[in-house]
């Protein structure tokens, strides 16, 4: 399903991603963890489709498409979703109709026909049932006076309600306490299917207890240092950050 | 070469595209000679039959008119106006048979409102408004009439008006904004075409939304409209007045006058969404638009609320007002400027408290895109007699891209140390943050503007009835075209 070859990515000139290499398959959770200012987010971002970030090598392709020249608009249409660390707030626009403007955007990018208003409504409410979100919420502005777990829960919910193909995680966990996390852990889960795929971006090994990956990566300097089962992230858990953060391409 | 020449002309139709409502009904106009003297205004009041004391009174505004100056306080710039060189008088022909139903308008017209998606039969049924429709200066289709008339409601054109209830107009045109007021609406006193007029009687609640919907069509006319509502003693009207304008090249100018007059206990809400063409990307062609809205709250325990959606115009000029006399009454002002390309608006408010515990809100909303100038201008004056008053003001401004600019200029004058006025402004950007969140959920960038922009307007959008908030909510997205990117 996604692809990314030998990326490299600068910001303002300044190397921040030197060659990643990652395949994801269908039906797949893999976990990306490392120390902070490894590349993680920007790995995310660039991913989404971020401005600001320039690849000056390699590529990304989603379904075997090079995406790396799409908008974010159409990559979101293309099926790729970023729950974001730091949920931004638009005051005054309600989720209800954030999401039904999204969910039509991206049906129309397909060349599928746009749901009317009464019949989203409808698969909104089955949706927030479903992750038992109270419908209060759907009228609220987007993340405007939301607690940190209500950010991420209402994430959660325009995943399920998208249901994109690729959901990449960019440490959903910050900020959360462990009811919150487990909340937004059986969100997740529930949303696996055999057809779509997880990245979740994460520092601590905690919130993977909860969602299994198949497999961790350890991102470091820029560049995947080591990849393995999820027995690894116990690993990390344990002995730190610190074999990877010794002189840079001195990695385990 | 042939490519370049498509793709030439496929930039240009792209431009012409951008002004969707920029189309034009060819009804041929009956005009006055360019220009403006006294035998202009002479022909005016005798192609509309007017009695002996309205052609006095538009000379006298006019006499008065040619001593005035030209205010000169806004934060608008604009070449003086030549208005030697304007047509003053134009009405569609087929006017001279006036139509007695909606079968006999001409099918061209009633194809222009299709076209802005407002179809007159379909509205009648649909929304249960009447519409009196304002086609180039002269009224040509009021609808619902008999049914309000059972009530005793009065809504007719101006021109009708001053045959039918020369008692009512004389009384109270000109009672708000005098003809001297400004010279715009001085100027309006002595050329007015049309317009409607109001009369809610007592104790009447007007079961229906009144709208209107203007439209500035013969080339180089300028539209000289003027309202005049009166809410006697416990009655209540809810009137919309709406605005497209076809694509044109010349200047045009716009000066209209309203006025509301609200007795005892009487409520009057008073909505615009106005959309004149606002020029091209460098203000070339757009419309000069020089209103004068007042209201007054005559009456005790009155209410006047006006809700402003101003998005169209290459100059706004424009600051509804409203005089808190009767003790208790109360006004609000809700408005959304918002200002794209080369376009400049100096808009506000005035609030007048002169009665006692009299109250009034303001809740402005300006958006400043492309290299547009949006002032904010208001003024809340509290009379040394006005015991207990209070107001209420809140202006922001969400700017879009960095070389537009948003102003705010409150002025308070307070004579009465028992009463409390509060200000609240603030100044935001529309965050790169907020625009990548959106379209990260697959919102193209430019609906994605429209989508945050109007949730900044939310709380004055709300305020529109319904059809017109559906409507409203479509214009701010189109007005914001090509302003990111």
Same mark, same amino acid.
Not at chain 1, 152 to 162: A, E, F, G, H, P
Not at chain 2, 31 to 55: H, Q
Not at chain 2, 236 to 258: F, I, K, M, N, W
Not at chain 2, 317 to 332: F, M, N, Q, R, V
């Given at each position: 399903?996604?692809?990314?070859?030998?990326?490299?990515?600068?910001?303002?000139?300044?190397?921040?991603?030197?060659?990643?290499?990652?395949?994801?398959?269908?039906?797949?959770?893999?976990?990306?963890?490392?120390?902070?200012?490894?590349?993680?987010?920007?790995?995310?971002?660039?991913?989404?489709?971020?401005?600001? =970030?320039?690849?000056?090598?390699?590529?990304?392709?989603?379904?075997?498409?090079?995406?790396?020249?799409?908008?974010?608009?159409?990559?979101?249409?293309?099926?790729?979703?970023?729950?974001?660390? =730091?949920?931004?707030?638009?005051?005054? $626009?309600?989720?209800?109709?954030?999401?039904?403007?999204?969910?039509?955007?991206?049906?129309?990018?397909?060349?599928?026909?746009?749901?009317?208003?009464?019949?989203? $409504?409808?698969?909104?409410?089955?949706?927030?049932?479903?992750?038992?979100?109270?419908?209060?919420?759907?009228?609220?502005?987007?993340?405007?006076?939301?607690?940190?777990?209500?950010?991420?829960?209402?994430?959660?919910?325009?995943?399920?309600?998208?249901?994109?193909?690729?959901?990449?995680?960019?440490?959903?966990?910050?900020?959360?306490?462990?009811?919150?996390?487990?909340?937004?852990?059986?969100?997740?889960?529930?949303?696996?299917?055999?057809?779509?795929?997880?990245?979740?971006?994460?520092? =601590?090994?905690?919130?993977?207890?909860?969602?299994?990956?198949?497999?961790?990566?350890?991102?470091?300097?820029?560049?995947?240092?080591?990849?393995?089962?999820?027995?690894?992230?116990?690993?990390?858990?344990?002995?730190? =950050?610190?074999?990877?953060?010794?002189?840079?391409?001195?990695?385990? | 070469? *042939?490519?370049?020449?498509?793709?030439?002309?496929?930039?240009?139709?792209?431009?012409?595209?951008?002004?969707?409502?920029?189309?034009?009904?060819?009804?041929?106009?009956?005009?006055?000679?360019?220009?403006?003297?006294?035998?202009?205004?002479?022909?005016?009041?005798?192609?509309?039959?007017?009695?002996?004391?309205?052609?006095?009174?538009?000379?006298?505004?006019?006499?008065?008119?040619?001593?005035? /100056?030209?205010?000169?306080?806004?934060?608008?710039?604009?070449?003086?106006?030549?208005?030697?060189?304007?047509?003053?008088?134009?009405?569609?022909?087929?006017?001279?048979?006036?139509?007695?139903?909606?079968?006999?308008?001409?099918? #061209?017209?009633?194809?222009?409102?299709?076209?802005? %998606?407002?179809?007159?039969? /379909?509205?009648?049924?649909?929304?249960?408004?009447?519409?009196?429709?304002?086609?180039?200066?002269?009224?040509?289709?009021?609808?619902?009439?008999?049914?309000?008339?059972?009530?005793?409601?009065?809504?007719?054109?101006?021109?009708?008006?001053?045959?039918?209830?020369?008692?009512?107009?004389?009384?109270?045109?000109?009672?708000?904004?005098?003809?001297?007021?400004?010279?715009? *609406?001085?100027?309006?006193?002595?050329?007015?075409?049309?317009?409607?007029?109001?009369?809610?009687?007592?104790?009447?609640?007007?079961?229906?939304?009144?709208?209107?919907?203007?439209?500035?069509?013969?080339?180089?006319?300028?539209?000289?409209?003027?309202?005049?509502?009166?809410?006697?003693?416990?009655?209540?009207?809810?009137?919309?007045?709406?605005?497209?304008?076809?694509?044109?090249? #010349?200047?045009?100018?716009?000066?209209?006058?309203?006025?509301?007059?609200?007795?005892?206990? *009487? /409520?009057?809400?008073?909505?615009?969404?106005?959309?004149?063409?606002?020029?091209?990307?460098? %203000?070339?062609?757009?419309?000069?638009?020089?209103?004068?809205?007042? %209201?007054?709250?005559?009456?005790?325990?009155?209410?006047?609320?006006?809700?402003?959606?101003?998005?169209?115009?290459?100059?706004?000029?424009?600051?509804?007002?409203?005089?808190?006399?009767?003790?208790?009454?109360?006004?609000?002002?809700?408005?959304?400027?918002?200002?794209?390309?080369?376009?400049?608006?100096?808009?506000?408010?005035?609030?007048?408290?002169?009665?006692?515990?009299?109250?009034?809100?303001?809740?402005?909303?300006?958006?400043?895109?492309?290299?547009?100038?949006?002032?904010?201008?208001?003024?809340?004056?509290?009379? *040394?007699?006005?015991?207990?008053?209070?107001?209420?003001?809140?202006?922001?401004?969400?700017?879009?891209?960095?070389?537009?600019?948003?102003?705010?200029?409150?002025?308070?004058?307070?004579?009465?140390?028992?009463?409390?006025?509060?200000?609240?402004?603030?100044?935001?950007?529309?965050?790169?943050?907020?625009?990548?969140?959106?379209?990260?959920?697959?919102?193209?960038?430019?609906?994605?503007?429209?989508?945050?922009?109007?949730?900044?307007?939310?709380?004055?959008?709300? /305020?529109?009835?319904? #059809?017109?908030?559906?409507?409203?909510?479509?214009?701010?997205?189109?007005?914001? #075209?090509?302003?990111? %990117?």
């Amino acid at each position: 399903m996604l692809e990314i070859k030998n990326l490299h990515v600068e910001i303002d000139g300044k190397k921040i991603l030197n060659g990643i290499n990652l395949t994801i398959k269908e039906g797949e959770v893999h976990a990306i963890m490392g120390p902070n200012g490894s590349g993680k987010s920007t790995l995310a971002n660039v991913l989404a489709g971020k401005d600001d =970030y320039e690849i000056t090598e390699g590529e990304i392709l989603f379904n075997g498409k090079d995406i790396t020249e799409l908008e974010p608009e159409e990559r979101a249409g293309e099926g790729v979703f970023l729950a974001f660390q =730091y949920p931004v707030e638009i005051p005054g $626009v309600t989720n209800t109709t954030f999401l039904k403007e999204a969910f039509n955007a991206q049906r129309k990018y397909r060349g599928e026909e746009e749901m009317d208003g009464l019949k989203f $409504v409808k698969h909104l409410r089955q949706k927030t049932r479903d992750l038992g979100i109270s419908e209060e919420m759907l009228k609220r502005s987007v993340n405007v006076g939301f607690s940190g777990g209500e950010k991420k829960r209402n994430d959660i919910l325009q995943m399920s309600v998208l249901e994109p193909k690729l959901a990449v995680l960019d440490e959903t966990d910050s900020g959360l306490d462990i009811d919150a996390l487990r909340t937004v852990a059986d969100g997740v889960n529930g949303l696996r299917k055999p057809d779509n795929a997880f990245v979740v971006i994460t520092h =601590y090994q905690r919130l993977l207890d909860y969602i299994v990956p198949d497999q961790v990566h350890v991102l470091a300097f820029g560049k995947i240092r080591k990849s393995g089962g999820k027995e690894l992230a116990l690993e990390l858990e344990e002995k730190g =950050y610190a074999d990877f953060t010794g002189a840079e391409g001195e990695a385990a | 070469m *042939a490519a370049t020449q498509e793709t030439v002309e496929q930039v240009q139709s792209l431009e012409q595209d951008k002004y969707k409502y920029g189309f034009v009904t060819e009804i041929e106009a009956e005009s006055a000679p360019k220009g403006l003297n006294e035998d202009i205004v002479r022909f005016i009041s005798a192609k509309k039959n007017e009695p002996e004391w309205m052609l006095e009174w538009r000379l006298k505004a006019f006499r008065h008119w040619q001593t005035m /100056e030209e205010p000169e306080w806004s934060k608008l710039n604009f070449k003086p106006i030549d208005y030697q060189d304007a047509y003053y008088y134009s009405a569609p022909k087929s006017m001279e048979d006036r139509p007695q139903s909606l079968d006999e308008v001409d099918p #061209e017209l009633l194809r222009t409102y299709e076209k802005l %998606g407002i179809p007159l039969e /379909e509205q009648k049924v649909l929304a249960g408004v009447a519409v009196d429709v304002v086609f180039d200066s002269v009224s040509v289709a009021t609808t619902f009439k008999e049914e309000l008339k059972e009530q005793g409601i009065i809504f007719c054109s101006i021109s009708e008006a001053i045959q039918e209830h020369p008692e009512l107009v004389k009384k109270y045109m000109g009672s708000v904004v005098p003809y001297g007021d400004n010279k715009h *609406a001085c100027l309006n006193s002595a050329v007015f075409t049309d317009g409607s007029f109001v009369y809610i009687p007592k104790g009447v609640r007007c079961p229906v939304e009144l709208s209107t919907y203007f439209r500035i069509n013969a080339e180089n006319t300028g539209q000289f409209e003027r309202t005049l509502l009166i809410a006697d003693e416990d009655s209540y009207v809810s009137y919309l007045e709406g605005c497209t304008a076809p694509q044109r090249d #010349e200047h045009q100018l716009h000066a209209a006058v309203v006025e509301l007059v609200a007795m005892d206990n *009487a /409520e009057i809400k008073y909505s615009t969404v106005q959309n004149w063409y606002p020029g091209d990307q460098d %203000g070339n062609g757009g419309i000069y638009n020089f209103v004068t809205k007042r %209201g007054i709250c005559r009456g005790d325990h009155s209410k006047i609320s006006w809700t402003q959606v101003e998005t169209g115009s290459a100059l706004t000029w424009k600051y509804p007002s409203t005089i808190l006399k009767g003790d208790h009454s109360s006004a609000e002002f809700y408005s959304v400027a918002i200002t794209n390309g080369a376009q400049q608006a100096d808009t506000g408010t005035k609030m007048i408290h002169l009665g006692k515990n009299t109250r009034s809100r303001i809740i402005s909303k300006g958006i400043s895109a492309g290299k547009s100038q949006n002032t904010y201008r208001g003024l809340v004056r509290i009379g *040394a007699k006005a015991e207990g008053a209070r107001n209420f003001t809140q202006c922001d401004s969400l700017l879009v891209g960095d070389r537009c600019g948003a102003h705010t200029v409150p002025y308070i004058e307070n004579k009465n140390r028992s009463a409390r006025v509060e200000h609240e402004a603030t100044t935001s950007k529309i965050s790169d943050d907020q625009l990548f969140y959106c379209r990260q959920r697959g919102i193209p960038e430019e609906e994605a503007v429209g989508l945050v922009v109007n949730g900044f307007c939310r709380e004055v959008l709300q /305020e529109l009835p319904m #059809e017109f908030a559906v409507e409203a909510q479509k214009l701010v997205a189109i007005s914001l #075209e090509g302003s990111v %990117g």
